[in-house]
C-alpha cells in the first residue's frame, strides 16, 4: 500500500527534513504534493527521490484524493488547512503548537506513548521540539521509579525559530567576526555571541509560551496530569541541536548507573560515555536523542541529573512525524474508515 502524500510548508527547514525523512526512512509514497501558504513559496521546486517537484499554493487546494498530510508552515495555516484535510479524510500529522493540547488530539512520541494514534479524530499532533528530545531521555526512566518532579533548562538552537532566524545568526556572526555591530529583526536582540533567556511570547504568569509548551506537553504525552514540572527555555547561537539540562526527582533512590542502563535499551536514545557529555553538534543529523552527564542530585535523595542534546529538526519534529505516519501505515490505518468513533 502506498499513499498520495501532501507535505505543508514544503519550502521550510522542517518540511525540507520531512522530504529528506520520508526518502530516507523509504516510505510509501506514491505521489509527493508540496504545498506552501505564501504566494513567493509557491511555483518553487523542491526535490524528492531525484525528481523536481512544483510546490503548490494551500488557496482552493483539494485535499479529497490525499491520503495523508505532514503540516509545520505556522500555527495559523494548520489551524486552517488541518481541518479542511481532515474533513476531506485525509490524516493529519500536525507539527504546530495549535492542536496539541486539544482533548480529542492525540500528542504523540512515537517510543512513549505510540498506542494513541489510535485515538484520532483526523489530526495528529507532533510535540514541541524540546518536549520532544526532553521526553525521549526521561520517560524510560519511569520504569526505575515514580517521576515526581520535571526541572528543564532548555538551550534551543536559531532553526528552531526557521530558515530566516538561520539567515539572522549568520550574518551577526560575520557582523561580529568583523567587528560591526549586528543587526536583528527575527529575534528581540542580537544572538551571535549572545544568549537570549526569552523564546515565545511573555504569559501573564511570567513564564513564556515555549515553557508552558514543555510544561504541559509533558505532562500530556506522560499521562501524568499532576506532574510537576518547571521550565526555563533559552536561545543560543547554535544553528541545528537543541540541548537541555533536565533534573528529575523521583519517588525513591534511583542510581545513576541504573539509569545509564535503561537508557541504553530505549529505543531511540543513545547514551555518550565520554564525560564531557554530548553536543548539539553531535546531535546535529541524528536521529537518536544523546543522553550524558548521567549524575546523582546532591541536594535530594531522590534527585538525579542529566545533559540531553537531539537534532531539533529531525526528532524534534521531522523524523517524529513521520514515526507517527509509519504506525499508522504498519497499522493500516490511513483511511478515513480507520479513525476512531
Known sequence: MSYKVAVLGAT??????????????????????????????????????????????????????????????GEEISAREAPRAAAASAIVVDNTAHFRMHADVPLVIPEINGHAVRDHHGIIANPNCSTAIVLMAVAPLRALGGLARLVVSTYQSASGAGKEAVKELDSQMAAHLEGRTPEHRVFHAPLAGNVLPRIGRLLPDGRTSEEAKMEEEARKILAQPELAVTCTCVRVPVIVGHSASVNLTFDRAVAPGDVAAVLREAPGVHVVAEPDGPTPRDAAGS??????????????????????????????????????????HREGRIGVSTRSA
Open 12 to 73: 521550510g527547514m522542517v518540511g525540507q527534513e520531512m522530504l529528506r525523512v520520508l526518502e530516507a526512512q523509504a516510505f510509501p509514497v506514491a505521489t509527493l504534493v508540496p504545498l506552501a501558504s505564501g504566494s513567493g513559496e509557491t511555483g518553487r521546486t523542491v526535490h524528492f527521490r531525484g525528481r523536481p517537484h512544483a510546490v503548490l499554493g494551500t488557496d482552493g487546494f483539494d485535499y479529497r484524493d490525499v491520503d495523508l498530510v505532514l503540516a509545520s508552515a
Open 287 to 328: 536521529d537518536d536523542v544523546l543522553v550524558g552527564r548521567i549524575r546523582a542530585d546532591r541536594s535530594h535523595p531522590y534527585g538525579l541529573d542529566l545533559w540531553v542534546s537531539g537534532d531539533n529538526l529531525r526528532k524534534g519534529a521531522a523524523l517524529n512525524a513521520v514515526q507517527i505516519a509509519d504506525i499508522l
